[in-house]
């Protein structure tokens, strides 16, 4: 029985590198986390969130109507959801305008976080199906893209927001002049 003991942690240890090398041979070297960036805003039309439930669908592109916004892509069941939301509280606070996306998440747990933490969106969209995360070419919530007037996504930040200025850098990215073309 000792002897079986004595060798649990090198059993335990070749177990861990099995399973680092497996997560290693699937994991995709080519996956690009700011494959959007320079990108236009992808046409998904999603339902959008009403407080009486009414049905409304609205174009994610056509979202900022030409104006600079964030899109932050968040879940009620999202822990660091929760963490970065008084920074959005902020921001909104500020007048920058985000639309929020609510990944794989049901319309009555939206409305009850947001009742419970504050709304700082301008509008909510519900991605119950993931299809915008999918077109986004997100890894996970939350995540929040700087968009440009044009429609152009200037800046990405994965994970949760916590620092002020990670906000700062989106709002500068997403509202500093397009590059003007060469002739």
């Known amino acids: 029985m000792s002897r079986w003991l004595a060798l649990l942690p090198l059993v335990v240890l070749v177990a861990l590198a099995v399973l680092f090398i497996g997560w290693s041979l699937k994991r995709d070297p080519d996956v690009k986390p700011d494959a959007m960036v320079g990108q236009p805003v992808p046409e998904t039309v999603l339902p959008l969130l009403t407080a009486d439930g009414a049905p409304a669908m609205l174009d994610l592109k056509t979202a ?4 600079p916004m964030l899109i932050n892509v968040f879940a009620s069941w999202c822990a660091p959801c929760r ?3 008084p920074l ?3 921001a909104r606070a500020d007048g920058v305008a985000i639309v929020g996306v609510a990944y794989k998440d049901r319309p009555e ?6 009742t419970e933490l504050g709304d700082p969106f301008a509008l ?3 991605d119950a199906e993931g299809d915008a995360g999918l077109d986004l070419g997100i890894t ?8 440009n007037a044009t429609g152009t996504v200037v800046a990405k930040h994965a994970g949760a927001l916590t620092d002020p200025a990670d906000v700062d850098r989106l709002v500068r990215a997403m509202t500093a002049p397009a590059p003007q073309a060469r002739r």
């Open 124 to 126: 909510v969209l519900v």
């Open 109 to 114: 747990d939206t409305r009850a976080f947001l």
């Open 83 to 85: 963490a970065e939301h």
């Open 88 to 90: 959005l509280m902020q």
């Open 140 to 147: 996970g919530a939350p995540e929040t893209f700087a968009v």
């Open 64 to 67: 900022g109507r030409g104006r």
